[in-house]
């Protein structure tokens, strides 16, 4: 009996793949050109200044959004006088207060952001210590004026959320 033909499954380096015989000169330049931006795009989404400019972003939408529906609950917006001089004054008020929380937010966001990509980068390694060390850092950068005491404390603390929100992400279901 004579032993099965020897198949050889063909492999190509990325972006060598052949492509599809009916295609036109046009169709393959299209594609060589969107596997291009492609990679260009992926470069740029794991880049630590596109994460970290992300991240100040979102965070600063987010801390609007949180101020935004604090005043909700606030006694002023319930019981207050609503004349046209103090509308005016109150939404200014809110603006400035939105302002303010958005800012705080995006600063933490920006700043845990940047530490952990630049850890993640510095181990080469994607686990559980690049967001409780990033954590850490950023703890003690947000308590630095109020002393080594409270910047040990804040990264402690910082830390030990980081660690229970990654613990909480990654969790097996």
């Known amino acids: ?3 099965p ?3 050889a499954i063909p492999w190509f380096p990325e972006g060598r793949q052949p492509l599809p015989p009916d295609w036109t000169d046009e169709e393959r330049q299209n594609w060589a050109t ?8 992926g470069f740029a989404m794991e880049s630590c200044l596109t994460k970290t400019l992300m991240a100040g972003v979102v965070g600063t939408g987010v801390g609007a959004a949180f101020s935004l ?7 002023e917006a319930a019981y207050g006088t609503h004349t046209e001089q103090t509308t005016k004054a109150w939404f200014r008020d809110q603006g400035r207060k939105m302002w303010r929380t ?3 937010f995006g600063k933490v966001g920006a700043i845990y952001s940047a530490t952990e990509c630049v850890i993640e ?5 994607n686990d559980m210590y690049n967001p409780v060390a990033g954590g850490f850092i950023t703890g003690a950068i947000l308590a630095r004026n109020s002393g080594p005491t409270a910047a040990l404390g804040g990264g402690v603390a910082f830390a030990a959320f980081s660690a ?3 613990l909480f992400l990654h969790r097996e279901t």
Do not use: D, H, L
């Open 5 to 7: 033909p020897q198949v």
């Open 121 to 125: 980068s510095y181990r080469a390694k």
């Open 69 to 75: 529906m604090g005043t909700t609950f606030s006694y």
């Open 164 to 166: 229970a929100i990654e």
């Open 1 to 3: 009996m004579a032993p």
């Open 102 to 104: 958005g800012r705080s």
């Open 34 to 41: 969107n596997q291009k931006i492609s990679k260009y795009f």
